[in-house]
């Protein structure tokens, strides 16, 4: 069996309250009055059935719902025909005809051997099983229709939602033919492609399956856009080493063209005076640096290889290959940078394993990756461009589950408030935060297999996305057997 990252890196997370606020990072809402001392009643999660078929799957607060739909414990076949493959993972909601929605999802299938491209259509690489749907639902989750919107990728992480209409997906790898065996072991020798792009997904079609390069080719989670600017930001997940955060500058403002061009400059974080900076390392009460940006050169490697061998370039090489560039250049460190979402002139991203003890988590001596905390949450403003820690869990592993746990995917609510999806090994939370450092439950995963009766409690929450009106979340179980769920409830109740 495959080791799968995720599990290879879960292990202890904790949480606190690191109370900021203040400053430029005013994005998010105060916390209700509910959300601070003794819990009331209506804000405990309880069983609450799902609408699809009675069962309980999800843990809420009074007053929600949800319906789950494309559940692959059974085969699911799309109107095209596809075979819907599982790893439900980022995604992206859309207005839709008739008041439905339409979604963009993830599909984060990895590099097994002999992994067909799903479903219809030109695959940008025939031996790459990942990549989108398409689905239109209605706010109460039901399904009018679903296709193939991108095939021939790998490891489709997450991405982000483009003003312009369209969803950009982000392969969290750098695998091709150019390069040695990842860390599940498979071997590349059959990839047709190299992997580790962005491509552009149109809400209403079919993606091009051309792949934005000069975006870089790393280990791609999110992305978020800055309209204001016309600057793309993109988190980096390298789990063995460190990750960085970048903005793509492309030559021409998308916001005028409707699509993301080719043409741009790829740049990387740096702390102005303080080349390097661990910002994966435990940070003060409401540390704020200063920023400025640093270019690569060359975003897009590729690597000498011999067709039908393995190549002489290893994965470790080639995973940090456009990172080093930066660090070269006095870049800053960061663990594992996941989520994003931009919201009035912030960019909010997650790092889940960031906040360690010590000013150097250096991975010399760290079997689970670069980074040994149990999660931050930044927030960049883009106007001042300055960083700010809005959030850290504590180093004590015995809160970790209970309170915030390996923070993943966020988005914010239409008042303001952060959503943030936990990618933990017990229980799995969806937690609101606001910008006071409150921190308080949404929702709680208890999916229960129905082919082996066994608890799925660590099957992790992702794709948190809103539907433009705000009244329904929906959000995805990331697992081989995945699905995606529709809420809807009083948010404004429980402060989201």
Same mark, same amino acid.
């Given at each position: ?28 809402? +105060? ?30 607060? #009074? ?44 599909? /984060?299938?990895?590099? +097994? ?86 491509? #552009? ?11 934005? *390069? ?20 993109? *988190? ?17 403002? %998308? ?31 409401? +540390? ?9 050169? /060359? ?13 002489? *370039? ?79 869990? %504590? ?102």
């Amino acid at each position: 069996m495959a080791v799968e990252r995720r599990t290879v890196l879960k292990g202890s997370a904790a949480a606190a309250v690191a109370a900021l606020a203040g400053g430029p990072f005013q994005g998010l809402l +105060a916390p209700p009055a509910s959300a601070v001392g003794r819990k009331p009643a209506f804000r405990e999660l309880r069983a609450i059935p799902d609408l699809r078929d009675g069962k309980v799957r999800l843990h809420l607060p #009074e007053g929600f719902s949800y319906r789950s739909f494309h559940d692959t414990e059974f085969p699911v076949t799309l109107d095209d025909g596809t075979r819907l493959p599982g790893r439900h993972d980022g995604m992206g909601a859309f207005v839709g005809p008739h008041g439905n929605v339409v979604l963009v999802r993830n599909h /984060e299938v990895t590099n +097994a051997p002999n992994t067909a491209a799903f479903g219809p259509g030109t695959p940008y690489d025939a031996q790459a099983g990942a990549g989108t749907t398409t689905i239109e639902v209605t706010p109460f989750g039901e399904v009018v229709n679903a296709h193939t919107s991108l095939n021939g990728t790998m490891f489709n992480c997450s991405g982000g939602v483009m003003p312009w209409g369209s969803w950009i997906t982000c392969e969290e790898t750098i695998n091709g033919p150019d390069v040695g065996p990842d860390f599940t072991g498979a071997s590349n020798v059959g990839l047709l492609k190299p992997h580790g792009y962005i491509f #552009e997904v149109p809400a209403g079609g079919q993606s091009d399956r051309q792949p934005i *390069t000069s975006a870089g080719r790393f280990p791609h989670e999110a992305v978020s856009f800055d309209p204001v600017d016309g600057i793309l930001y993109l *988190t980096e997940d390298n789990f063995e080493f460190p990750s960085g955060f970048y903005r793509y500058r492309p030559a021409t403002n %998308p916001m005028k063209t409707g699509k993301l061009d080719n043409d741009g400059h790829l740049q990387m974080l740096a702390i102005k005076g303080q080349p390097n900076l661990h910002l994966e390392a435990r940070q003060r009460l409401r +540390a704020t640096y200063q920023v400025e940006w640093v270019d690569i050169d /060359e975003p897009n490697p590729t690597f000498p290889y011999t067709p039908g061998q393995v190549a002489p *370039t290893s994965n470790d090489a080639a995973l940090v290959a456009v990172g080093d560039q930066g660090r070269a250049r006095g870049a800053a460190l960061f663990s594992r940078l996941e989520g994003q979402v931009y919201d009035n002139n912030v960019v909010y991203f997650t790092s889940t394993q960031g906040g360690g003890p010590g000013e150097d988590d250096s991975d010399d001596d760290n079997a689970n990756g670069f980074g040994r905390g149990n999660g931050q949450v930044w927030a960049y403003h883009c106007r001042s461009q300055t960083l700010q820690i809005l959030y850290q869990a %504590p180093v004590d592993p015995a809160e970790a589950n209970l309170r915030f746990d390996f923070p993943d995917n966020i988005t914010t609510s239409a008042r303001g408030t952060l959503v943030v999806c936990e990618d933990s090994t017990v229980d799995n939370y969806i937690r609101g935060l606001s910008r006071g450092g409150q921190l308080w439950d949404i929702a709680m995963n208890r999916l229960v297999s129905q082919l082996t009766g066994l608890p799925r409690f660590g099957d992790e929450f992702a794709g948190s996305t809103f539907s433009p009106d705000g009244h329904t979340l929906f959000v995805n179980i990331q697992s081989s057997r995945g699905m995606t769920f529709a809420i809807w409830g009083p948010w404004e109740r429980i402060g989201v």
